[in-house]
């Protein structure tokens, strides 16, 4: 069973929605699982598993409380793609305050790349694009996977807007264009406007610079860091690392629809127009990109709208609001690990399996 595939028949069991509560967990409750309903004796189960696959965090929420945890859930380390669910607050905030217009185009924006350069029809790309990865610009990036070279359309083949193709170009412009425009750090924003507000305990903003094609490559020990990749593109990628406590509280601000202790951090129309399904990869199975996020449609089975994004395929941050729950998972990606894609999956079942 493929990764679609196991998340549809999951998922399935979301059947009814609750009441979202605005919950900021400063004082991190726990609560007996079984309140919840969990099984304690399959959640100890999957902690044999996590154990034994070699899982560095997993934390489990629902109404704001900790159910389950496991793992030194307060150790920062890379978050990888998850980065661009962390770029979707910032430009939620960006766009509500009227600093960024989303139908600018690249040729306004005055972006340009090495050789090979945009041509005119890439340049009418708009913000908006880049956003829904449906820009049309097929140009090489910093810290792009093999999986992303291998579906890369050729130059030219679409024009903005005409088809999704996830890559890390749009994605790393955008952290260029949200700098330009507020005239300061993505990791600066992202501490000012999110991490001091939801009370994060492990990011206090600090970033650093790497030659990602470097011989030498080793993560900083620092919040943050751009990865540049000069052969390929002037736009470095912009990692984030974080502990598992504070990626679940950024989870528990989107279940919150943006809001902390009465404050609206994230305008709460941004969080449903972004995790609306604009570009559907798998229509079989309900999934779909929509602005910096991926989204597990309603279907006949599935009630409710969830989203999600993953890191090299076994990091996660999930947030389910017909369940009211949020999920993290957290390998330490920074040094060999033995966690695996099978095992991701094996994860996600025994999670939703100790539902009762």
């Known amino acids: 069973m493929n990764f679609n595939q196991l ?19 400063e004082e ?3 609560v007996d699982p079984n309140t919840k309903g969990f099984s304690q004796a399959k959640l100890d189960t999957l902690t044999q598993f996590l154990e034994e696959a070699g899982s560095s965090s997993l934390m489990i929420l629902v109404d704001g409380k900790i159910v389950y945890e496991f793992g030194d859930i307060k150790r920062p380390h890379t978050i990888h793609s998850i980065r661009k669910a962390m770029l979707n607050s910032l430009y939620g905030i960006a766009i509500n305050d009227g600093i960024i217009d989303t139908t600018q185009t690249l040729k306004e924006l005055e972006i340009e790349d090495i050789t090979p350069e945009l041509t005119e029809s890439e340049l009418q790309a708009t913000i908006a694009d880049l956003l ?3 820009s ?27 088809i999704y193709y996830y890559n890390n170009w749009d994605f790393n412009v955008l952290g260029y264009i949200l700098e330009k425009k507020t005239g300061k750090k993505i990791f600066d924003l992202f501490h000012e406007q999110i991490a001091k507000p939801i009370g994060m305990e492990h990011f206090d903003g600090t970033y650093d610079s790497i030659d990602g094609e470097s011989d030498n490559f080793k993560f900083p020990d620092t919040d943050g860091f751009y990865q540049y990749e000069l052969s390929k593109s002037k736009y470095p990628a912009y990692h984030f690392r974080l502990s598992a406590r504070d990626m679940a509280r950024y989870g528990q601000l989107y279940l919150n629809n943006g809001k902390w202790d009465g404050q609206q951090i994230i305008p709460e129309s941004w969080i449903n127009a972004s995790t ?13 990109y929509g602005m910096l996020w991926a989204v597990l449609m309603k279907t006949e089975s599935r009630k409710t709208r969830s989203f999600f994004h993953t890191g090299t395929g076994i990091h996660m941050l999930a947030v389910y609001p017909g369940a009211n729950m949020v999920l993290v998972h957290r390998v330490d990606t920074e040094k060999e690990y033995s966690f695996h894609q099978g095992h991701f999956y094996q994860m996600i079942g025994l999670v939703w399996g100790a539902r009762e």
């Open 132 to 134: 829904k990865s449906r």
């Open 276 to 288: 609306q399904p604009i570009s559907v990869y798998d229509e079989k199975y309900g999934i779909a």
């Open 28 to 30: 991190y409750e726990y």
């Open 136 to 162: 049309g610009v097929y140009h090489h990036a910093a810290a792009v996977s093999e999986g992303m070279l291998a579906k890369m359309p050729e130059r030219g083949s679409h024009k903005p807007g005409e």
């Open 7 to 25: 998340i549809f028949a999951l998922l399935i069991l979301i059947t009814s929605a609750h009441n979202l509560v605005s919950q900021s967990f």
